[in-house]
């Protein structure tokens, strides 16, 4: 007789946006569940454009997104009968809506999801989900939380990072107290996010905190190549969507004084966003359209080659004045695991990576000179610099491999139905 498989083994991913490319964490843990014979489906907020192109990734997974059709009788009679279902749900509706009222926007957010979040949690009973997972601690969680009341199913979250920092009108967030409070579980990338939470919401405290860093395929992100040529310039790349909290003009100033001292280095930057136009400008104003490119999106499976091309990868990620900023970024796990020597900045948890003249350099984010100087540095000390590529690896081995950290959630998952099980 087969062994039956612990709870849970039929899980719902809420989601900002599925597929994306920014969000790559994500589909990495859900491929280790699913690989762990847990049947994901995935369920996002908003709608993805029309023109967005599915990495290899993220593509056994387009068969079991759940979207709700509102042109659809059947959508509707769901979301009635979850009201009926759990009638106690508009109770807990009523209680986020004080944490909604702190931005103009916020209200819209919370009425966009209160359908959503009753529709599956109807949908979860219906077929028989056994856990609900949220990726931050914004609207997806809001939706979570509604689905766990009407289905009964519980919910656990993680948390990143414009989730809990930002304090924009237009990404703020709210009822955090209330939607950590009420989940079963709650995970957030970095220690620095942990004290984050704890500090600007104690009361916290009382639920479960857990840090599980963002994990690769540590497989896909073989070694770097040694570059051995000396007539060429020595290549900086950077990946990331092209946004301010980013600092990519930063690094383009960076590079830029660079080569006014004569230093013969180019940069590669890609990855599309907002800000393209204005860098594309700046570039050109300081005549280094030859030598400094933006090239544009790029999927995953070609970004492993260029990390194999470049010298240095250098990420100059700012605070932005409301809050914003990076979590721990994906792409400076994926050049550490190359051995691709690193460099980035002093924000909220890139230091538990990027480990000062262990692991690479963290200079202060938006100073244009010492970013400068850490990427001279690097070239002027190829052994050291390849020493903390090795020792980066390493690090990424033991802390942000997929398997090992989504497997630590799901034994955690497993955990709780077992105690609810008991109880």
């Not at 840090?211 to 310039?233: C, K, L, S, W």
């Amino acid at each position: 007789m087969t062994e039956k498989l612990p709870k849970p083994q039929r899980v719902l991913y809420v989601v900002s946006r599925f597929p994306w490319t920014s969000t790559t964490f994500t589909t990495n843990e859900m491929a280790v569940i699913a690989g762990e014979g847990v049947q994901v489906f995935v369920a996002p907020v908003w709608k993805t454009p029309a023109d967005h192109t599915p990495h290899a990734l993220e593509k056994p997974f387009l068969s079991n997104i759940i979207r709700p059709q509102w042109k659809s009788p059947r959508t509707w009679w769901r979301i009635i009968k979850g009201l009926f279902r759990r009638p106690q749900v508009i109770g807990v509706i009523a209680q986020m809506v004080p944490g909604h009222l702190i931005s103009p926007y916020l209200p819209f957010k919370l009425l966009a999801s209160i359908p959503k979040g009753i529709f599956l949690g109807q949908w979860c009973v219906e077929n028989q989900i056994d856990h609900i997972h949220a990726h931050f601690l914004t609207s997806p969680t809001t939706v979570a939380l509604i689905a766990s009341v009407v289905s009964g199913v519980p919910y656990s979250y993680t948390a990143h990072a414009f989730d809990i920092t930002s304090q924009h009108p237009k990404s703020i967030n709210g009822s955090i107290p209330l939607k950590c409070l009420r989940a079963a579980l709650g995970v957030t990338i970095s220690e620095y996010n942990r004290r984050y939470l704890l500090e600007h919401w104690p009361e916290i405290s009382r639920a479960r905190l857990e840090v599980i860093y963002n994990g690769i395929d540590t497989g896909m992100f073989q070694v770097n190549g040694v570059h051995t040529a000396d007539n060429r310039p020595r290549r900086v790349l950077s990946v990331s969507r092209l946004e301010a909290k980013k600092g990519q003009d930063i690094l383009i100033k960076a590079v830029a004084l660079l080569r006014e001292k004569g230093i013969d280095v180019r940069l590669d930057i890609w990855g599309d966003g907002e800000q393209r136009h204005t860098l594309q400008t700046l570039i050109d104003s300081l005549g280094q359209g030859e030598f400094i490119q933006l090239h544009g999106p790029i999927v995953q499976e070609a970004l492993v080659e260029e990390y194999r091309k470049a010298d240095i990868f250098a990420l100059a990620s700012v605070l932005l004045p409301w809050g914003d900023a990076d979590g721990l970024p994906t792409v400076l796990i994926e050049a550490l695991a190359v051995e691709l020597p690193t460099i980035s900045t002093q924000v909220t948890g890139i230091p538990e990576i990027i480990r000062q003249y262990q692991t690479g350099l963290c200079v202060p984010p938006g100073d244009v000179d010492r970013l400068a100087d850490a990427i001279e540095w690097m070239l002027n000390h190829p052994s050291e610099s390849q020493a903390m590529g090795q020792q980066g690896r390493q690090l990424v081995i033991e802390q942000f491999d997929r398997r090992h950290n989504a497997k630590h959630l799901l034994s955690l998952w497993r955990e709780l139905h077992a105690q609810r099980t008991e109880g």
